[in-house]
Every structure is written in C-alpha cells, then in structure tokens.
C-alpha cells in the first residue's frame, strides 16, 4: 500500500492540508463533552449558586466550537475529495503508461485477460479501500488520541479503566484481524478459481452444447461455488466476532467508568458533570478503535488487489531503447539474420528458433512454411523487435535492431499479426490507425490493394460503416483484409503478413498478393502461409521445422532439393492437374 | 469512437434500476427459503436496537438515584448500585448476543443467497441458446456472475438489518424522550427533522454526479478491455500514445466527476455530526435552564445528552448507503432480467436410446452402450427405429438477423455414411449449416430432417449427442489431457481415451509432454500448439464415437505433413459415420461423396472432386488458383 501512495504526487499539499483540518475539526468536536461539563458543574451544580447566564454563555461557545468544526469539516471533504480523486487519476495513469511500455515479453508474462482484471477491479477495490481509509485512518486515531488526552485530563485514577481496556481491545482486535487475514486469502483464491472456471466455460459455451454437457458443467460449478461460500463464511465467522467483541469491551467500560465514577462521585473526588462527559468519551475513544480495526480489514481486503498493482509496476521492461541513436533510421528494406538464436523465457528449456541465418535484400518476397510451432512468428517477431533476440543478430535496413529508436524502426516494418484486432470505430479509423495523418484517398488506396474496397463499399455506410467491438459484424476475411490495409497505409518499407489470409479465398489472397507486387515495388515483404500457392512465386522461401531453417530457395529449387517441399506442393495441388 | 462506445455502455451499465418493486419481490423469493433467519435477524435486530436506547437510559437512575443522593456521606450502602450496574450488564449482554447472533445468521444467510443466485445464473446460462453469446464477450456475461452479484451481497446482510436498526431506535429514542421530558424531545425531534431533510437532499444531489461516475468508470472499464485485448496490436503500430491520450482523456472526466462526488459524500458526515452536536448543545443549556428552574434534574439530562448524539447516526448512516443500495438494485436488475430471460426452446419428444439388434432382426433398448442407437418415439407407441444419419435440408432458409438472409433454399440430402463437404469462400453460410444440424439456431422456413424426423421433433440432448462436431474454435478445459478428451464421454475408460488419441495422432505429442495424459492443461491449453489443440478436439469426438460427425476447419492449423499422417487414423474414425466437413483445405475435402460450392447462402455447384474440376466453375477456380499462376 505504501509504495502505491507515492503517486499522490502534486496532489500530496491537498492531502496535508485535509489532514491539518480534520485534526482541527477532531479537537473542537473532543473539546465539547468537556465545555458541557462545566454547563452542569459551574452553571447548575457550582458552588456560587446556580447561573443561568453561564449556561447560556457556554452554550454560545460551544455552537461557536461546533460550527468551527462543521466548517473544517466540510472544508477537508473538499480537499480530501481533491487529493483522493487526484491519487486515483494519478494511479490509473501510471499504471495504463506503465503497461503501454511492455513489450511483448512482459504482455505475455501477466496475460492480457490478467492485466484486464488488474486495471478495472483491482483498481477499483484499491480505490474503495483508499477512499474509506483515507477518511477513518486519519480521523479516527486523532479522535483516539485527543479523546485520551481529555479522558486522563478529567481523571487519572479512571483513566485507568482504559489503561485495562484498551489492551484488550487492541489484542483481540489483532487476533481477529490475524485469524481473518489468512481465511479472506483462501476465499479470495476460491472466487479466482470460480471465475476461471466460469469465463472457459462461456468461451467454450459450443462445446459444451454439442457434447451436451451442460449438467456436468452445472454440477462442476456448483461444487466450486460450494468452495466459495463455505470458505467466505469460515472468514466471516471469524470477522462476525468483530462488533460483538467491541460492544462488550464498550460496555463493560461504561459499567466500570460508572461503578468507579459513581463511588468518586460519592466521595467527592469527581464531578457530575465529569462522569458525563466521560460516558461520552468512552463511545468516542472506542469508536475510534473500531473505525481503525474496520479500516485494517478494508485494507487486507485490497491487499490482494495492491499486490497484483504492485507486480505491474515491479515489471522489468525488457525491450527499452533508450540507449538508442534517435535519428538513426532504416536505410534500405534489408534484412538480416545472423546466427541467431531466441527462446521466449530465460528458463524455457527449449530454444524456439536455432542458429537463424537469412539474407533478404530490399524489395524480395519471401515466403516461409512449416507446421505449426515450427517457429515462424518468432522469427518475424524478431524484424520489428517485438522479442529481442538471445544470441546473434538481428540486422534490419543496415543497423542492429537494437540500434533502433522503435518508433522509427516500427514505422518502416509493418506487420499484420496471426491475431490481428480490429477496434469500436469506423473502418475508416481502423485503417487510419495505420497512419493517422493519411487522407481519405490514401485509405481507399490501401483498401483497394488490401482488396478490402470492394465488400467495403457493398455496406450501406461505406468506410463509415461502424466496427463493433472486436470486429463482430465483419466476417474473418474481411477482418484480415482490413489489417492488411491498416499495415499498408504505414507505406512501410517492410511488410510482413503473419498467415494473414488464412480466412480468405484463394483467389482474393492472389489479388492482394499480386496488388503488393505492382503497386508497392520496392518494398520488403514476407509472407508466413499454410498454402504453398500463397509463396510459390516469391523470391525465396524458407521452410522451417523444430526452430530451425530446414530448406531455403526458390520454388523450383526446392521442388528439386527438398523432399519435405515436393511433399506439401504436391499434397496441396494433386489431383487438380487433371 | 467515443460516441460508439458510450451508446454500447449506456445501454449496458444502467446504474439506477428501473423497476425497484419487481426487483424486490424477485429478491424476497430467495430471502423467502431461509425463513428461520429472517426471524432471528428481526428479533435479534430489535433486541439490538433496544438494548442500545436502553443503555443510554441507565444513567438517570445511576445519577438521580444512586450516585447523587449519597454525594459526601460515609458508610454508604452501595449494594443496590450495583445491582443496578449488574441490572444493566445483563441488558448489555444480550445486546451483544444479539448483534453476534444478527451478524451470524445474515453472514450464513447472505453467503448462501448469493451462492444459489450465482449458481442459478449459471445453470441459466448453461439453458441460454447460442444466438444469445453471439455479439457478446464473455468479459461482458461474467459481471452477472462476479460484480452483479456481489453489490447484492451489502444489500443484503447489511441494508435489511440497517433499515429495521434505524426504524426501531428512532421510534425507541423518541417514545423514551418524550417519556424524560417532552421540552426537550421537541428540541431534538426538531433538529432530527433537519438531519433527515439534510441527508436527503444531499443524497439527491449526489446521486446525479454518482450516476454519472458509475457510468464514466463502466466506460473506462470497457476502453481497458478493448485496448489490452489489442494491445500487441497498439505496440506493433505504434499507437501507444494515440491510446493513452484517449484514455486520459476519459480518467480527467473521471477526475472531475470523483471530486465531486467525493465532495458531496463528505459532507454529509460533518454537517449531520454537527447538527448532532448542536442537539448536545442545545439540550445541554435548555436541560441546564431547566435544572435551574427546578423543573428538571441532572440525570434526566445526562440520559438526553446521550441520546442526543445517538439520535442522528443511524440517519446518516443509512443515507450514505442509499448510493450503493440504488447501485445494487441496479446490479440485481440486471441478475433478474437475466434469470427471466427465455432458455433455449427444447420441445422435441423424441429420445436417442442405447440399442440392441436381436438375432431376428427387431431392436430392442439396451441399458448399457452398445455403440448402436435407436430413437424411441412416445408418439408412436415408443416405437424404435434405428439411428443411422441420414440428414436432409429441403429448401431451408435462414437469416439470423431479420432481413440478412444467409441461406437461401438450401437443399441438400446425406444418406447415412455418406461424407458430405462444403467450400466456398468465408462468410458464404458455410458454418451455418453445420449450426443448423445440431439446433444451435432454429429455421425460418424449409425443413431439416435426420433419419426421416423434423430434427424439432428430437430431444435437444439427444440430438446433439447424436452428433459429433470438432470446430475450428479448440476449446479445451483446465484439468489433465485425459480429463479433455474424455469431455467427449464420460464413461470412457483411459484406454478407450488413449485409444482415441491415437486414431487422432495426439498420442506422439501427449506422450512426449512432462506427465503425458496426466499433464494439466493451462487455461485453455494455452501451453499447446493451436494444431496440437486440433489434435485433442479430434480425439475426443473419436472417443464419443456419434452416429453423425460434422469437422468444421478441423485440421485448419495443422499442417499438411500432420495431417497427411493421421489420414488413416480420421479415416477410421469416419468410417460408418455421416460426415460433414468445411474445409479451407482440397486435400481435406477431396475424398468426399459429395462436394457443394456455396456462395452467398446457396448451392451454385455440387459433385464429387472430379466432376467439380471437370466443370471448371467456382470449385475449379477456388482451388486452381495455383495452376493458373503458371
């Protein structure tokens, strides 16, 4: 919690100043009970008779003192609503910049839906925490304080009824919280459990219905549910103590305070007046104390929640360029692999790509093949430094990749990625989203050559129709085709289509193929495919295997030298000759 | 963008509740099941509530009776003083009792309510039909189960005991003012009068700006969600900044909302403590004057100084809640609306049953599987009929949104193990079809028949269990390889599931994993390959083992020489079965008894392979696109 609260930054004097007001506001509302003491035992009981006017000027003072305090109050809501709102907009924006820094490694490593959670109900449970804290864990302990001092300043000797009580109360307070602590984790664990369970079975609704499993996953469910609300009222029935416990520690101090004020009172060593007061001091002091135990639950409520924020903001970036030259831009479409060698985690056993070497001069198509996890997005996620190697080089328009400033090594490779996302917004913006200083002929440029023109112009709203989130109102292919324009309107000198096309036909896939060639002569791209007639006219083809290039040339090359090659063309093409 | 998105949150993140009545009742109906709660949380509340104004009671007779009268003498005899103390302890305890007891029987009480409200959300889900997930996330659906849910649970362990504590101590505090001194209840009933009417408008005045937070943070939450499902997307374009200026921009809104709310939920405090105060105050200078007079005495007081400060608390108390109890009555609503909503229509009586064929040829019903499977009819005298897989369209169409027709006078026929693909290009219908099989949508017009019933006629279960589908989609479940592929029948041995994955060619790789089929799959087995996922999907249809198989892109990601390999083991697995199949793919579909082209929603050529490529039409052009290049 502390290290978050660091980011209260300029908001820092609104909080001081929030918290020099409630501590004013505190003292005036202490000072009361001890003001209307002497009301009863100099107004009424006093030994100069009864005196009205006393009473009246006293009463005076403490409306003065109350609507001081009134306006102190209200004043420190005011800040304190500045100082909280300002921490939290503080917060959410270091934390989104933060994540806008990842690279992939460190998406990979908390997972997109993981981070989802992370910055909307983490964030929101840090913020309900914050928000009761800030308001009690500064009132209350002043109130405690000042409400002692005033309770020892009546009387010492009943002071000590105190002396007994709030040990107790402090202890028991501290062992409930103990025992707590642990029984709110397993919970918090179970519910975790509960919604992974839950959300694969919304994502797997189809399978669940065509195996007709719906029963089992009814029964699966309820078993976990049944977790979930056995372990909350293990937790509960240990906080359920909580009040209970208070209200006797509370009441066995009000017949304490009056067993013992009443005999003082007797033997004339306290006032009337002061035993009042002091029943009114002893709801205060105690008060306090709970609001502050309350407060320390709310925190290990959040303390999941500060943890999982924290770890965002302990993430190493492990892509940076600050090092970087920032004028060094690519200086021809040129790629290079020399040696090199990646895996995706320091401690993953197997390498992911072994011993790379490619030469691709400016302007080459190259086609790469394989099987799947044969490593074909690694080695292209390599060009544009979404990874950065393990071993060897990576040498792009003339310079290590490493060399880069990514923004101008981004803006020269493009790539169109296996899971590519479209955003709520036009189609018009999603492909400016490529280039957002494009014009609009430029976008229906793009979209001609991406093919996508055509199916755009068939909806009645054109390149204003509307995406819905996540694409849902455009089919797979024409999702593809419209990440291919939004790469292409980047005028990139590199591109590179990640199985871009495998939801379009292969007759628009050799459209959009021969569309690159004309209109972008010049321009550096590769193409992963699962179809050999998507690569069989490029310049070379790499054929890769277990992390390593296992067949490289042209198609006629390879038709001759690879048997792994002539076995898939031939898979793919057989029986059409006819 | 904006403007998008709004209209999509507004829609969805209602924060006020429209219809508070109904949403009540439907809550009282769980409430109802724990009858026995309920009462002890009334009692135990009331007892609470009383033993609290009792408490402040006490110290009239403590002042005016035992403590005052011997003030200065010697040799008093104390012993009915503490008596009296003891009197008091007694009532204390069971106030304490009673507040443990409440919180007890609420804390169980709500745990479960919430438990059987998520479990029936669930269950409910389970029933939705699928046209009701299309266009929905899951993010989306989850909040039923997780936020929804939980605003519900203050709203009832705490708000219900809270409402009937302030009820009862407000009337308790004033029938025993009135009884010490009606002057000085004026005063205060007065002044209580004022807090309410401050709490009020207070609370109105800031649910406009709550309202508005609430739907600011909803839209916040789903500018998250969009922009980190993309987010590789963001960082391999560059758009890192373009994001985050938006995203400031919808935190600054935030930022302005939040002071304000936060502003006017502070206040509330101060004011009503202060008013509270002035109760005090007043009382304590009138209760003095009085004093003075003779009218009244000092334990009189000392009792109405307490109760002065009580009176107001729970006031506040209860309108600081009413923001979050407006946002759970929002939040139940919407649990509410859902539960209500229609499950998916199951009207069909025809059942599938395990069957045996006697030597003469007669079917009789099995109790155990035989691998052979027999409808039985309850309109025709449970007649049994043999379950083969003959599937028929006869001038089918459907649209899925009223006007967007997506199939248009299908007709097509497969007679039983006969394999029957579909090409085309995306969008044509080709999925559709498959989805229409097995009911996941309902017809518009035509017919679709399987073994000569209107597949409206047969039992959803049955009917699904009747057919096999491996889609493109590869959702696997936590748990161990060997739990994944039994999903597909769950009476399946672990060598039938191995079996299985070896007709599949999954054993190789599951072999090779650390634990083999033990190994635990990671949230939908993200630590495999997408084509070894194919590969799990495959095996368990092998091991249901349906009369009726439909491959949806089943092999899309694996790759060709892996596929080639486990040609023989999909074979087998086919053999005997009706086959559908949507492939990408020529040498998927090849093999097949028939061939449609569908563009558009229709058929525009059917065949075999052959005769499709000797009709050099759309298929011809499909998959020569190769040959055409040279």
């Known amino acids: 919690m502390r290290r978050l609260l660091r980011y209260v930054g300029e908001y820092r004097k609104y909080a001081i100043i929030a918290m020099v007001l409630v501590a004013m506001e505190v003292v005036f509302d202490v000072a009361i009970p001890m003001v209307m003491s002497n009301i009863i035992d100099i107004g009424i009981n006093g030994a100069a008779g009864p005196d009205p006017g006393y009473c009246i000027k006293m009463g005076a003072v403490m409306l003065g003192m109350s609507t001081v305090a009134m306006f102190c109050g209200i004043l420190s809501s005011k800040v304190a609503s500045q100082a909280g709102a300002g921490y939290v907009r503080n917060l959410r924006n270091v934390m989104f910049n933060k994540i806008q820094d990842f690279s992939f490694k460190n998406i990979d490593h908390f997972t997109v839906p993981s981070l989802i959670t992370r910055l909307t109900m ?319 002929e430029e976008v229906v440029e793009a979209a001609k050559c991406a093919q996508a023109d055509d199916f755009i112009m068939s909806f009645p709203d054109g390149y204003e129709t509307k995406i819905e989130q996540s694409g849902v109102n455009v089919s797979g292919g024409q999702q593809q085709r419209l990440c291919i324009a939004r790469a292409l309107i980047k005028k990139p000198k590199i591109v590179i289509m990640d199985d871009s096309t495998s939801a379009v036909d292969t007759d628009t896939d050799r459209r959009i193929r021969m569309a690159l060639k004309e209109k972008l002569a010049g321009m550096t791209t590769i193409i992963i495919a699962q179809r050999v007639a998507s690569v069989m006219e490029a310049d070379q083809i790499l054929m890769m295997e277990n992390g390593r290039i296992v067949a490289h040339g042209t198609h006629e090359e390879l038709l001759k030298t690879s048997e792994a090659y002539r076995d898939l063309y031939e898979s793919q093409t057989q029986g059409v000759q006819a | 963008m904006a403007e998008e998105r709004e209209r999509k949150y507004r829609q969805r993140r209602q924060g006020r509740p429209s219809d508070i009545k109904r949403t009540i009742s439907e809550l009282w109906s769980y409430l109802k099941s724990y009858p026995g709660h309920m009462i002890t949380m009334v009692v135990t509340v009331c007892v609470s509530a009383l033993t609290n104004v009792a408490s402040s009671y006490f110290f009239k007779p403590i002042i005016n009776d035992y403590v005052v009268p011997f003030i200065g003498k010697d040799n008093v005899d104390l012993s009915k003083f503490a008596a009296m103390l003891g009197f008091m302890a007694s009532i204390y305890a069971a106030g304490v009792v009673s507040t443990y007891l409440t919180r007890r029987v609420m804390s169980h009480m709500t745990t479960g309510v919430l438990a059987s409200l998520r479990e029936t959300i669930f269950d409910h889900l389970q029933d939705m039909p699928i046209s009701y997930y299309d266009g929905k996330t899951h993010g989306e659906i989850m909040t039923y189960i997780t936020s929804d849910v939980d605003t519900m649970r203050m709203l009832i362990s705490q708000t219900m005991p809270m409402v009937i504590n302030t009820l009862i101590s407000i009337v308790g505090i004033i029938v025993v003012m009135l009884r010490l001194d009606w002057r000085l209840s004026i005063i205060n009933i007065g002044i209580l009068i004022l807090v309410v009417f401050v709490s009020v408008s207070l609370t109105k005045l800031s649910r406009k700006y709550f309202s508005q937070m609430q739907f600011l943070v909803s839209q916040l939450h789903g500018f998250i969600e969009e922009t980190f499902t993309g987010q590789k997307v963001v960082k391999a374009y560059q758009h890192e900044d373009a994001v985050t200026e938006e995203f400031t921009g919808i935190v600054d809104d935030l930022y302005n909302i939040d002071i304000r709310t936060g502003f006017l939920g502070g206040l509330m405090m101060p004011i009503n403590m202060n008013l509270s105060y002035i109760a005090y105050v007043v009382t304590a200078v009138v209760g003095a004057l009085l004093c003075i007079n003779g009218t009244q005495d000092v334990g009189t007081i000392a009792s109405f100084l307490l109760y002065a400060r009580q009176i107001s608390g729970p006031v506040s108390r209860m309108s600081q809640q009413f923001n979050y109890v407006m946002m759970s009555l929002a939040g139940a609503e919407r649990v509410f609306t859902l539960i209500d909503s229609p499950s998916e229509p199951d009207e069909g009586d025809v059942v599938m049953v395990n069957a045996e064929i006697a030597e003469d040829g007669t079917i009789k019903e099995a109790d155990h599987r035989t691998g052979i499977w027999a409808w039985k009819d309850p309109q025709n005298g449970n007649a049994l009929t043999r379950v083969m897989g003959d599937v028929r369209f006869d001038n089918v169409t459907f649209s899925y949104v009223e006007g967007k027709v997506v199939l248009d006078g299908v007709s097509f026929y497969a007679k039983p193990g006969q394999k029957i693909a579909f090409v085309g290009s995306t969008g044509a219908g080709k999925t559709t079809i498959t989805n229409l099989i097995n009911r996941f949508y309902d017809i518009q017009g035509g017919s679709i028949t399987y073994d000569g019933f209107d597949i409206k006629r047969i039992k959803k279960d049955s009917l699904r269990s009747s057919i096999g589908m491996v889609l493109q989609d590869t959702n696997l479940f936590s748990g161990t390889v060997m739990e994944n592929i039994r999903y597909g029948r769950l009476d399946a ?111 525009i050529e059917r065949g075999s392979h052959d005769e499709l490529v000797a009709l050099k039409g759309r298929y011809y052009q499909l998959y020569t696109g190769t040959l055409e290049l040279e």
């Open chain 2, 493 to 603: 041995t672990d060598e039938e599931c191995i079996a299985a994955a070896k007709l599949a060619n999954a054993d190789s790789f599951i072999t090779r994993l650390p634990q083999g089929y033990q190994t635990v799959l990671e949230a939908n087995g993200s630590n495999l390959s997408q084509g070894q996922r194919q590969l799990l999907n495959i095996s368990r249809a092998a091991v249901a083992s349906p009369p009726v198989l439909v491959l949806d892109e089943a092999t899309s990601s694996i790759d060709t020489r892996t596929e080639h390999l486990i040609e023989a083991g999909m074979d087998e697995i086919m053999k005997g079965r009706t086959v559908f199949t949507i492939a990408h793919r020529l040498s998927t579909v090849r093999g097949s008894n028939a061939i449609m082209v569908i563009e558009h929603g229709k058929i």
């Open chain 1, 122 to 440: 983490d964030m929101r449970q840090m913020r309900m925490a914050f928000m009761t804290v800030t308001r009690m864990l500064v009132r209350s302990p002043m109130q405690l304080i000042f409400s002692f001092v005033m309770v020892a300043k009546i009387n010492l000797k009943l002071a000590s009824v105190f002396a007994v009580a709030l040990p107790i109360l402090s202890v028991g307070l501290y062992l409930i919280f103990k025992t707590a602590h642990p029984r709110f984790q397993e919970m918090m664990t179970r519910t975790d459990d509960l919604n992974a369970a839950t959300e694969e079975n919304l994502i797997g609704i189809r399978v669940v219905k065509t195996f007709v499993r719906g029963e089992f996953e009814k029964q699966k469910f309820s078993r976990a549910n049944n977790a979930v609300r056995d372990n909350m009222r293990k937790a509960e029935k240990i906080v359920n103590l909580n009040e209970p416990f208070f209200s006797t520690v509370m009441y066995c101090c009000m017949i304490a305070v009056s067993w013992f004020g009443g005999k003082s009172i007797i033997r004339g060593e306290l006032s009337v007046g002061e035993f009042m007061s002091y029943i009114s001091y002893i709801r205060m002091v105690l008060f306090s104390l709970l609001m502050i135990s309350s407060s320390l639950m709310q925190i290990v409520f959040a303390d999941t929640s500060v943890g999982r924020l924290n770890a965002i903001l302990d993430e190493k970036i492990d892509i940076t360029d600050t090092d970087a030259d920032p004028e060094l831009v690519l200086e021809d479409a040129s790629i290079r692999f020399e040696n090199v060698d990646f895996k995706y985690s320091a401690e993953a056993e197997e390498n992911a790509l072994t011993d790379i070497n490619i030469d691709i001069k400016p302007g080459q198509v190259v086609g790469i093949l394989g099987p799947t996890g044969a490593g074909k997005t690694s080695l292209i996620s390599l060009i544009p430094r979404l990874y950065d190697v393990t071993d060897g080089k990576v040498i792009v328009g003339g310079h290590d990749v490493r060399d880069y400033k990514m923004d101008n090594l981004r803006k020269d490779v493009a790539v169109v990625l296996q899971k590519n996302l479209l955003f709520t917004g036009t189609i018009e913006e999603n492909i400016l989203w490529g280039d957002p200083n494009a014009t609009h």
